[in-house]
């Protein structure tokens, strides 16, 4: 490419004289390679001539061949592209210029800035055509920008490797300051003091998969974790919810929080002692840190351009998606359903990680649980997990939910009535023990709650006395400005 290209009169940004001195560095010096190999790429390279000697240089460093003249040559001569470099006499020219090896991780690094520009420029010109044209949805727009910002953004953020000495101090650090907490919680709380006790809370990087049959109730039991942790703990966190409104999420969190039967909101046939939990829980309700979402076939690209927003301006600390299939991975026609839901599995751990926090997705199972006769022949299997292996394969801990009402089953084995009952089961658990831990399920507001500890720990508002059909509705002071929210 010559250098003095240009596009509508301006030249792109280029470091082409570095291209040449780091190529001819790790030409005199095979081990100045180790110093860049991690962040540049071929593609950084401005001339089309540096990028495929580059190209040639990573294949015998991954092969871990010598790195010299002689061998870039011959594997040029290999993919056939030694003559469009200007053949032996141009790589042999490239030692000419330079002498050291000494700066070449700067010099590296200015060039992977230049094409960060360039790339910049190629997707803007590219969102400009895209948005001048009909055919194209704006939200699509958006989220794909946002996502090549993204990308763009991590190839320049590299994590360099760290000393043994140095992690075991901060690792210490973290031990000590997690021995103050007496019930043994080093990540976000569910509420569910055994589940707490197995797991320490749900830990930052983790997947966490809560899969069960429709009507079981993990929309119920996610929102629970969600009311827990930010109501209790004042911890932000976001929730998407994929299948149900926004306000049939608010009807759900007030028919828990405030202990009123769920049909009776749904239906508006509220009395006056619901009013009255309200109104007695009405604060706690609008200082509840919680993010909320609705965004049908949200694409995976879309909600992780929105999590990082909401990690950045709000510190989320959990992400809860209400569920995971019908998310899109927008990955392409030739991709079947089994390999788009393996990408958004992969993509949400990738998530976790990237954020630094726990992703709880929810999650379908397949029909296979209802063909299974007996008592205990309902309970779900890992092998149960609907659409793909690599939820199990990509997930840190797999939970099931199992109401045995929901099957018609009446009494357990000892002959205890199971009106009620519920088990949460960790059926997977990367990093700790598995086990089955015992809750309640409330069929009046479809809320979960710990055997151990309730929810509610304050007593009722006793309703005034007043007529049947005289409802006192309490003068609840909102304040007339919204939120800033980023949606």
Avoid at 14 to 39: S, W
Avoid at 207 to 213: K, P
Avoid at 291 to 311: M, N, Q, V, Y
Wanted: hydrophobic share 40%; glycine share 6%.
């Amino acid at each position: 490419m010559d250098r003095n290209n240009t596009k509508n009169g301006r030249i792109p940004p280029q470091a082409i004289d570095l291209e040449e001195i780091v190529l001819g560095a790790i030409l005199l010096e095979k081990n100045a390679m180790l110093d860049i190999a991690d962040f540049l790429r071929p593609d950084a390279f401005y001339v089309d001539a540096n990028k495929k000697v580059y190209a040639a240089i990573q294949h015998l460093s991954i092969q871990n061949a010598p790195i010299d003249m002689m061998t870039v040559c011959e594997r040029l001569l290999k993919t056939g592209e030694l003559d469009s470099v200007g053949g032996r006499f141009y790589v042999a020219n490239l030692t000419n210029k330079v002498s050291s090896s000494a700066n070449i991780e700067t010099h590296a690094r200015i060039i992977q800035e230049r094409y960060i520009k360039r790339e910049l420029i190629r997707s803007s010109e590219k969102l400009l055509n895209d948005a001048y044209s009909n055919e194209n949805d704006v939200f699509d727009l958006l989220s794909t920008s946002e996502f090549e910002k993204d990308q763009l953004l991590q190839s320049i953020t590299v994590k360099k490797e760290v000393q043994n000495s140095d992690l075991y101090v901060s690792t210490v650090m973290t031990l000590q300051n997690q021995d103050d907490n007496s019930q043994g919680i080093t990540g976000t709380p569910s509420g569910f003091t055994v589940v707490d006790k197995i797991t320490g809370g749900w830990q930052r990087s983790d997947l966490i998969i809560i899969a069960a049959r429709p009507g079981m109730g993990k929309t119920s039991f996610a929102l629970q974790n969600a009311i827990n942790a930010s109501f209790d703990f004042n911890i932000p966190g976001a929730v998407f919810s994929l299948e149900m409104s926004m306000e049939q999420l608010m009807k759900k969190e007030l028919a828990i929080v405030c202990d009123i039967a769920l049909e009776k909101l749904r239906k508006g046939t509220m009395t006056s002692e619901d009013w009255s939990m309200v109104a007695k829980m009405d604060e706690k309700i609008l200082n509840a840190p919680i993010h909320w979402d609705d965004t049908p076939s949200i694409s995976l690209i879309e909600l992780c351009a929105k999590a990082r927003r909401l990690k950045k301006k709000f510190d989320i600390q959990y992400i809860i998606i209400d569920y995971l299939q019908l998310m899109v991975s927008k990955s392409g026609k030739n991709t079947n359903r089994e390999q788009e839901i393996g990408q958004i599995s992969r993509g949400l751990k990738g998530l976790a990680k990237e954020l630094d926090i726990p992703v709880l997705a929810l999650s379908q199972l397949s029909r296979a649980v209802e063909t299974r006769a007996g008592v205990n022949g309902k309970r779900p299997l890992l092998s149960d997990l609907r659409e793909s292996g690599s939820i199990e394969q990509d997930a840190d801990i797999v939970i099931f939910l199992y109401r045995p009402e929901y099957y018609g089953i009446t009494e357990d084995e000892t002959g205890i009535s199971t009106d009620g009952m519920a088990e949460v089961i960790l059926a997977k658990h990367r990093n700790g023990e598995t086990g089955d831990v015992a809750v309640t399920f409330d069929k009046k507001t479809t809320g979960f709650k710990d055997i151990v500890y309730s929810y509610l720990d304050a007593t009722y508002i006793e309703p005034p006395d007043n007529d049947s059909a005289s409802i006192i509705k309490p003068n609840l002071n909102f304040s007339t400005s919204t939120s800033d929210s980023p949606f």
